[in-house]
């Protein structure tokens, strides 16, 4: 495994591995589903890797249906129609998009353009009074983000963005056993996320779209997965960057690691790259007990294991618990988990910090001034 690719396939066999094991549908595992008469009617723009996975994913939905297109290739249309019965007056390109506003099947854009775009992209997706789901990282920085929750508060639309963990059973189980108490007081965290990026012309290399590099891209599970391991918040930040291919890597990060401090006294020990694979895993020790995921933030299947022995939880398809999960939020008010425009500020709050602590040699970044 080398590249980009080779890191979607595997992730893609994670989805085969789990369609081979027993199944649990989302409706067993959130029992507030309703299953009210009408379906969340959603509109994928930008139909590259990531909103194929998510298609095929949402053939599973029971509370959200596929129901438009909004692409800027327009030899992608014919394929989509087909597969997913699109009809023509929900096909929409990045120059007319402002029309989906008039448009009544659909209700929600979920956007998977490159990251820099995002920031654009979710201001005139609010615009149209249309809900939202944004990919991560959720912008190029914590200011962009905060633009974009003002900017989906003034339209009175939803904003989520894709952390799909959190309806990821062995995820939802430690945090549980977490609130529980159960690991007892949080001691250490170790979480890392990477793998070995292939095609050095890809737009995940290129500052102007990708708006950084490892840490952007798959870091940020590493770090949101510390929050969700401690329950708390950081308060200061340090890191440290290795670059041993100043070619591939001259715009973007190639390997961090990261330290988070959080109130408690717990640190978290972090570390992201795009120069090798096998290096997925969240570690969590307190002093009563312990938890680790690994795999922890691919597609699955994850594998967890506590103190108490095997985790076995379900294994899903994280993209269809994801979209029924959200609209379930959507139509019946259940409460939103942790994957709105608000929370994923709280993970670029940090990335900013890492970045700066990086220009910095390493120095240690206070958030509490941010
Ligand atoms: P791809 O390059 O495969 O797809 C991106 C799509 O965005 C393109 O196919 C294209 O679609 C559209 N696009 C619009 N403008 C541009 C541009 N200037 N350059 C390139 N593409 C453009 O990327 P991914 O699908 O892998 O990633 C998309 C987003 O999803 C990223 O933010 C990434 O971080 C996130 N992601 C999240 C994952 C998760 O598990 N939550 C997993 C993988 C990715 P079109 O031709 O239709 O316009």
Redo the contacts with the bound molecule.
């Keep these: 495994m080398n590249s980009?690719r080779d890191f979607?396939q595997k992730l893609s066999i994670g989805i085969g591995a789990a369609a081979l094991a027993p199944l649990s549908s989302s409706a067993s595992l959130f029992p507030s589903f309703k299953k009210p008469g009408k379906k969340l009617r959603v509109a994928l723009m930008?139909?590259?890797?990531?909103?194929n996975?998510v298609a095929r994913a949402m053939k599973e939905c029971q509370l959200a249906s596929l129901t438009g297109i909004?692409?800027?290739?327009s030899s992608?249309i014919a394929v989509w129609k087909s597969n997913y019965g699109i009809p023509d007056k929900n096909v929409y390109n990045?120059g007319n998009l402002h029309t989906i506003a008039n448009n009544p099947d659909i209700d929600l854009v979920y956007i998977?353009?490159?990251?820099s775009?995002?920031h654009k992209h979710v201001l005139q997706v609010a615009a149209t009074g249309k809900h939202i789901i944004c990919?991560?990282?959720v912008a190029d920085n914590a200011q962009q983000a905060r633009e974009m929750i003002a900017a989906c508060k003034k339209a009175g639309v939803k904003f989520y963005v894709?952390?799909?963990l959190h309806f990821e059973p062995h995820t939802r189980e430690l945090i549980r056993m977490r609130k529980a108490g159960e690991f007892g007081r949080i001691m250490h965290v170790n979480n890392y996320m990477g793998f070995k990026i292939g095609d050095p012309t890809?737009?995940r290399l290129k500052k102007a779209?990708a708006g950084g590099g490892a840490m952007m891209?798959v870091g940020v599970y590493a770090l949101n997965g510390a929050r969700y391991a401690t329950g708390e918040e950081p308060i200061w930040v340090t890191a440290q960057e290795t670059k041993t291919d100043r070619v591939k890597f001259a715009e973007v990060d190639e390997t961090v690691t990261f330290q988070l401090g959080f109130p408690s006294g717990v640190v978290a020990s972090c570390g992201t790259t795009y120069n090798f694979n096998n290096y997925e895993r969240l570690y969590l020790i307190g002093e009563k007990g312990f938890a680790e995921l690994s795999p922890a933030f691919g597609?699955g299947p994850i594998g967890g294991k506590t103190h108490l022995g095997p985790m076995n939880q379900p294994l899903i398809t994280?993209q269809a618990a994801q979209m029924d999960g959200l609209a379930d939020c959507i139509l019946n008010g259940t409460p939103d988990p942790d994957m709105t425009g608000e929370e994923a500020l709280k993970d670029m709050i940090a990335i900013d910090a890492v970045y700066e602590s990086l220009r910095k040699e390493g120095r240690k970044i206070y958030l509490d001034k941010k």
């Design positions: 980009r979607l930008g139909l590259g890797g990531y909103a996975i909004v692409t800027g290739t992608k990045y998977t353009t490159p990251n775009l995002h990919e991560k990282p894709g952390y799909r890809q737009w779209l891209d597609y994280h």
